[in-house]
């Protein structure tokens, strides 16, 4: 984050340093060792992890979901036949944006119950 707003801008960011710091703290409470800007490629952890199949037939439509530029100029101003694909993209989307949110929300409840904690809960404590 910090290269691309340096890179924009020309400077770092006081603010950015600060917010990635307290984000490396609260990371490293949790046991996440260091936030690096390091990444695996999908495409390798599905081969490690045996998926691989599975990961080529549906990262062609999947990634639309993760970067659908050049599809979605192409059809901004005139969607005509693609119209029912553009439904199915948001469906689709709007189905896995609501599993992940609630698969989130499962992981957190169950591995972190103190920050799971509504404010209400915390009020009533």
Do not use: C
């Not at 917010?19 to 703290?25: E, K, M, Y």
């Amino acid at each position: 984050m910090q290269q691309t707003f340096e890179a924009e801008s020309g400077a770092k960011s006081n603010d950015l340093d600060r917010a990635l710091g307290n984000l490396s703290q609260f990371a490293q409470k949790w046991g996440i060792a260091a936030l690096e800007d390091d990444f695996k490629r999908v495409s390798d952890a599905a081969k490690e992890l045996g998926q691989f199949p599975k990961f080529q037939a549906a990262n062609k439509l999947l990634s639309k979901f993760a970067h659908p530029t050049a599809w979605s100029v192409h059809v901004a101003d005139n969607p005509g036949p693609e119209a029912g694909y553009l439904t199915m993209i948001l469906q689709d989307g709007v189905f896995l944006a609501l599993n992940a949110i609630i698969t989130t929300r499962k992981i957190i409840r169950a591995y972190y119950p103190e920050i799971a904690k509504s404010k209400k809960e915390d009020q009533t404590s």
